[in-house]
């Protein structure tokens, strides 16, 4: 997404202006309502280049919200009987259809014009359906302009048929990421004309790898159907690439929920639905996103969710050998080692950057001052193809403690837990949404950097 993401198009439920800037927390936007894209008719103003004859007696109207059809064709099987006599009925359908749920609109070679949209089919999921009419006059100059005005109105800023990397986890979280990627995925994506590359990793740390070796002009997203942990490896990836300012920048990293934890989707899209993520993809409009650096001696990850040490990480990567039970797996790994009062000898320092809230609050309003709920620009200048990523801070490459600080850690069994995003668990916000600044990465949300380091 909260819905951090933003379509492009004046769409019902999507307005043009929406939902997110840099100045917006992932928490202030509402996701696009996923109630049926058909609604009843609205009562409007168009012009007559808004309406396009279709069949018998149809129409396509450009409403200012979602397209207009109605179609008052004759319905053999609405046939009724009045004083002896067989009368035609018909089919009185008057119907909208939200832009924001229209994929792709085009004229076939048979003649008739082919609307493709995700149509809902139950609280949160969606699936394509087609409308199709055969045209007065095929081929005509009239229809073709009317067909890009749609697709106009549907995607707004939203790039159209977007080139995305498709990452499936086989073994992520239930295991049964590539049959949802190709019952409720792939088709939104083909509807949308979506150019695809598939590939399934094949071990541990293999979408690091991938995203080392990207070629980073081919692709506009990579599209990780997994949990959280592929999104991870690739924007890690990225990070060790020598170009790594640049391939962060251009190349948008998005998740398809699949997995065990799908913190990532529900931060950005609102939902663990994978069609409801689909579409979101589809009319998301590319957003700088921050991430966090962490350094433990030489090594540097960069993070963009939570950053955690003691129970909570533990409950994590000690139950990996339990992702059968997809999430609730955290849950019995936390439980057990309460039950077994287990401690996590640590001690913590912390460097503070700004120590009095004056000057938090100028450091806000500083890293504020451009942002615009309505700006969705991108302002930032396009790193060199040889630039790495900015250096960590000065807080690495000295000690945190001084030369005759403690030398026993204090045991404890409290979790420590650093944030970049507010949301770790479906419909639960853990922590504040966080104030943005200059991003490094590029997806389809925005929040701000800061660091977490240590010895």
Not at 66 to 93: Q, W
Not at 113 to 134: G, Q
Not at 179 to 199: D, G, H, M, N
Not at 341 to 365: C, E, G, L, M, N
Request: aromatic letters at 6%.
């Amino acid at each position: 997404m909260a819905n951090p993401f933003r379509d492009g198009s004046d769409a019902l439920g999507a307005p043009a202006a929406p939902s997110l800037s840099s100045s917006q927390s992932p928490s202030q936007s509402p996701p696009p309502p996923l109630h049926s894209p058909e609604a009843g008719p609205a009562c409007e103003t168009t012009s007559l280049d808004d309406r396009l004859n279709v069949g018998v007696s149809a129409s396509l109207t450009l409403g200012s919200d979602a397209l207009l059809v109605l179609d008052d064709t004759p319905v053999d099987s609405k046939r009724i009987r009045c004083c002896g006599l067989s009368l035609a009925g018909k089919n009185n359908s008057t119907r909208s259809i939200s832009y924001y749920h229209i994929l792709w609109a085009e004229q076939a070679d048979d003649g008739r014009i082919v609307i493709e949209y995700a149509h809902t089919i139950s609280k949160t999921s969606l699936r394509p359906a087609i409308i199709s009419y055969r045209l007065d006059k095929p081929g005509s100059a009239v229809a073709a302009a009317w067909i890009e005005k749609l697709l106009a109105r549907a995607y707004g800023a939203s790039q159209r048929n977007k080139r995305i990397k498709v990452l499936i986890n086989p073994f992520g979280g239930p295991g049964g990421a590539e049959k949802t990627y190709y019952k409720q995925i792939a088709p939104i994506f083909a509807s949308a004309r979506c150019e695809l590359s598939v590939e399934k990793t094949q071990y541990n740390g293999h979408a690091v790898e991938i995203g080392q070796n990207l070629d980073i002009d081919t692709y506009d997203v990579v599209a990780c159907c997994s949990g959280d942990g592929v999104p991870h490896e690739v924007w890690n990836g990225l990070g060790k690439r020598s170009d790594a300012a640049l391939a962060l920048y251009k190349t948008a990293v998005v998740q398809l929920p699949c997995g065990s934890g799908n913190a990532l989707s529900w931060n950005f899209n609102g939902t663990s639905d994978a069609s409801a993520a689909a579409l979101a993809i589809v009319k998301g409009l590319r957003t700088p996103l921050d991430l966090a650096s962490v350094t433990q001696g030489d090594q540097r990850i960069l993070s963009f969710l939570s950053q955690t040490l003691g129970i909570i990480a533990e409950a994590d990567l000690a139950t990996e050998h339990l992702r059968w039970m997809g999430g609730h797996r955290f849950t019995w790994g936390i439980l057990t080692r309460l039950v077994r009062k287990k401690s996590y000898p640590v001690d913590i320092a912390v460097q503070v950057t700004h120590a009095t809230k004056p000057a938090i609050r100028a450091a806000y309003r500083a890293a504020t001052a451009h942002a615009s709920s309505h700006n969705h620009v991108d302002t930032r200048p396009v790193p060199l193809a040889t630039q790495p990523l900015p250096p960590s801070s000065t807080a690495q490459t000295r000690p945190l403690y001084p030369q005759n600080g403690p030398s026993s850690p204090t045991p404890t069994s409290a979790p420590s837990t650093q944030a970049t995003w507010p949301t770790c668990r479906p419909t639960q916000t853990f922590f504040p949404p966080p104030s943005p600044q200059t991003a490094v990465s590029t997806s389809f949300a925005s929040a701000p950097i800061f660091r977490v380091e240590g010895p």
